[in-house]
């Protein structure tokens, strides 16, 4: 349930007060729909999760494929997560830059620099689509970042 911040933790009871702590101010009476869906995902999300996971993998193959002949483009192949971290030669303000990616491309990435001042110079894509969706997006990326 991407961004819908809810879940539990495992943790040893010697960290559960302050654990507490942290938690009280962050998280407080998750809504009503979101209690419902995470019973229903709970309950039977397994096969959604195995196709959702299937998918992903999917499209980060096809994406990192076409990613390689990006001579100005570096990224981890993430194992676990469905965004690639792209670092960009040549790119000085990401924020800027993403504008002009999404101006000329229709294709939406995240600034580097929104994760700090270590993520300058990337750029962050998503490739939680179908694998169909990818490719097209990384054939409207290839005359900016190719």
């Not at 997560?81 to 993403?98: E, P, T």
């Amino acid at each position: 349930m991407t961004g819908w911040r809810l879940g539990w933790m495992v943790l040893p009871a010697t960290l559960v007060p302050q654990v507490e702590k942290l938690v009280e101010y962050n998280t407080s009476g998750a809504p009503t729909f979101l209690q419902h869906a995470a019973i229903a995902a709970l309950a039977s999300g397994e096969d959604f999760i195995a196709a959702f996971t299937s998918r992903c993998r999917a499209a980060r193959d096809v994406l990192f494929d076409e990613l390689q002949r990006f001579p100005r483009v570096a990224a981890a192949r993430p194992a676990g997560a469905f965004y690639a971290f792209l670092h960009v030669d040549g790119v000085a303000d990401s924020l800027a830059f993403a504008k002009r990616v999404l101006a000329e491309t229709k294709i939406g990435l995240a600034p580097g620099i929104a994760f700090g001042p270590i993520g300058e110079g990337h750029l962050r894509l998503c490739f939680a689509r179908s694998p169909d969706t990818i490719a097209e997006a990384a054939e409207r990326l290839r005359p900016i970042l190719g």
